[in-house]
């Protein structure tokens, strides 16, 4: 494969979504990222109104938990608004992309056993193949993050093309 290999892909926005935004990924208070900050944002919730409506029954010594318990749904409360905040920036960044796919006249790659090349709109990105640091190859789609980072559906490409990108993933990234 000294020649370069060009791979058009069909671009449908549904299938990029399908993977970027699978399972609860895109979900602001239960994706990966900010699942737990979310329960444990809620049972401190439950411990404060617990505290609080016990209140009246706890003695003036023990009435510093309650300040305690409420200072600590506030540090709660925003470590989980980062977190939602993080998701949201990255829902957004997906969405532009996706949207300049959907208006993209070209969208290919080019590569062979040295460069990898990404044509999208004539924007070329030029990497060479030791510029990827991970590659993850599954069986509905590819995703190469480096210089450059980039996922590929398998059902924007014919099986053929996909297997033999798969290949070349295998083959070059180590």
Not at 96 to 104: F, V
């Amino acid at each position: 494969m000294s020649e370069d290999k060009v791979i058009r892909l069909n671009v449908n926005r549904k299938d990029f979504e399908e993977i970027y935004f699978r399972g609860t990924q895109g979900s602001l208070f239960f994706s990966p990222t900010t699942k737990s900050k979310t329960i444990i944002t809620i049972v401190v919730v439950l411990l404060l109104l617990i505290t609080f409506f016990i209140k009246d029954s706890l003695s003036k010594e023990s009435f510093g938990v309650l300040y305690f318990i409420s200072f600590v749904f506030l540090l709660c409360a925003v470590y989980l608004s980062v977190g939602i905040n993080k998701v949201s920036r990255w829902k957004k960044e997906v969405n532009r992309y996706l949207k300049s796919l959907e208006t993209s006249n070209v969208y290919e790659i080019r590569f062979n056993n040295e460069t990898f090349n990404v044509n999208l709109n004539d924007q070329h990105e030029l990497s060479v193949w030791k510029d990827f640091e991970v590659a993850d190859v599954y069986d509905d789609y590819i995703s190469l993050e480096g210089k450059y980072n980039y996922m590929f559906p398998e059902k924007s490409m014919s099986k053929q093309d996909y297997n033999i990108l798969k290949q070349a993933v295998k083959k070059n990234i180590k």
